[in-house]
């Protein structure tokens, strides 16, 4: 290139370079055509973005979708069985039952009968509603997470898997959310997931009333 340079120098005249002229119909219908395909371009850019976008959050959707469903016939045999430990307890409660060890074993089979998803299971009594000689009680048990600073006590075997605790001794339950929130709302509910000794996990909570609608539990 540099030699055909060097003869285009030497054997023809120096020739003008073109001048283009901003306002000539040439120039102005290469900048309308020139403009027109940038405009296209970008056009079909920013569609082929928005499909694939919308083509992601319906494979998302299609996902989350798929998940909910498996969680909730996962979830379902838990409330099932929450439904059936309150019928149980009225059942119990319009018997007369009126000792600790009788609410204490239906709580210890409910877990160890129940779900498998199941961590713990227990119920508290509104004041003096199951047990009228203690104003608050609350069986609960739980699978053993073998960590440190877990409340309760461990069962003798061969049931040393699961731990005991009495909530109202431990925590003092008709102050905590999970036993206010049923008991003022009158539903039954999922708390919000919480941590717990290095597991998260949540709580189906319901209240349990007689047929007169006297609060019992929950």
């Known amino acids: 290139m540099i030699k055909s340079s060097l003869n285009s120098q030497t054997s023809k005249p120096a020739q003008k370079q073109p001048i283009i002229r901003l306002n000539s119909i040439g120039t102005r219908l290469f900048v309308y055509v020139l403009g027109s395909a940038a405009i296209g371009l970008a056009v079909l850019s920013y569609l082929f973005y928005?499909?694939?976008?919308?083509?992601a959050e319906a494979e998302i959707q299609s996902t989350l979708s798929t998940q909910i469903k498996t969680v909730e016939a996962q979830l379902t045999p838990?409330?099932?069985?929450?439904?059936?430990l309150s019928g149980t307890i009225n059942l119990l409660q319009k018997q007369g039952v009126q000792t600790t060890s009788a609410y204490e074993q239906l709580a210890f089979s409910e877990l160890r009968q129940g779900s498998k998803l199941l961590t713990g299971i227990g119920f508290g009594q509104a004041s003096k509603a199951l047990v009228t000689e203690r104003e608050w009680f609350f069986p609960y048990y739980f699978f053993d997470k073998k960590v440190a600073g877990q409340p309760g006590q461990r069962l003798p075997p061969p049931n040393d898997d699961i731990v005991y605790v009495e909530l109202f001794a431990d925590e003092n339950y008709p102050k905590q959310t999970h036993y206010t929130i049923p008991a003022k709302s009158s539903k039954a509910f999922w708390l919000e997931p919480y941590g717990s000794f290095g597991d998260l996990i949540s709580t189906y909570a319901t209240p349990v009333f007689d047929r007169q609608k006297t609060h019992r539990s929950n």
Do not use: F, I, W
């Open 50 to 55: 928005q499909n694939l976008v919308k083509r």
């Open 78 to 84: 838990v409330e099932q069985q929450v439904r059936s």
